[in-house]
């Protein structure tokens, strides 16, 4: 959860700082899912599996500064812990585990009329995959029953806001992520799709 609470202080931070200079701020939690390449076996019987599923939560911030050009970031993390499971000629590997993304992204964003508007997107993430032990393994500050794998993302996704009452909105997303070096799971791109609801903040909030 360290990853987690250091996107919450930072976004904390930016919140206080750039409040007085955003022409808008924009920020939501949602629910949504994973959607990637199937599970696939290669010629030499090593298996590799998918990413796909899971209900992964989410919460995002996006601030609008000038011209509709703004920039935001978020976070989506699995709920539940799912099975990771890779099989070969003379192997079997299995651990819980739990896959993270966050980005920080340039923005574009726009209100087409009342009660619609949207934002488009793209930047730099990652993806944690965190595979979980029997165990705890203890450093200076703090122990974690954990293993993480990191890969570098670059993100792009776009969104509609249709606000429903005053300035609150929901929210339908789609994003993409580009995997760098995703060799845990077969493909190096997800999908994730989710809905959200949200707050804009205008100027004078």
Known sequence: MKKLLAFVFFAGALFFTLTAQAQEF???????????????????GTNFPSVSGGLYP???GFFILKHHIGFGGEAAWRAHQAVYTATGSNFLFQAPYRPIFYDFDAVYG????????????????????????????????????????????????????????????????????????????????????????????????
């Open 26 to 44: 924009h920020g939501a939690f949602g629910f949504g899912s994973i959607k990637a390449p199937s599970a696939t076996t290669d010629s030499n």
């Open 58 to 60: 989410s919460f995002s």
């Open 110 to 205: 726009a209100k087409f009329n009342k009660k619609f508007g949207g934002d488009v997107m793209a930047g730099i993430g990652g993806e944690d995959l965190r595979f979980y032990t029997p165990y705890y393994t203890c450093g200076f500050t703090s122990c974690t029953n954990y293993q993480s794998s990191n890969h570098f993302a670059g993100h792009f996704a776009a969104d509609i806001r249709y606000y429903f009452w005053g300035n609150a909105f929901i929210r339908p997303e789609a994003h993409y992520y580009l995997i760098h070096n995703n060799v845990e799971f077969n493909g190096a791109n997800a999908a994730r799709f989710t809905i959200s609801i949200g707050y804009s903040f205008m100027p004078g909030f």
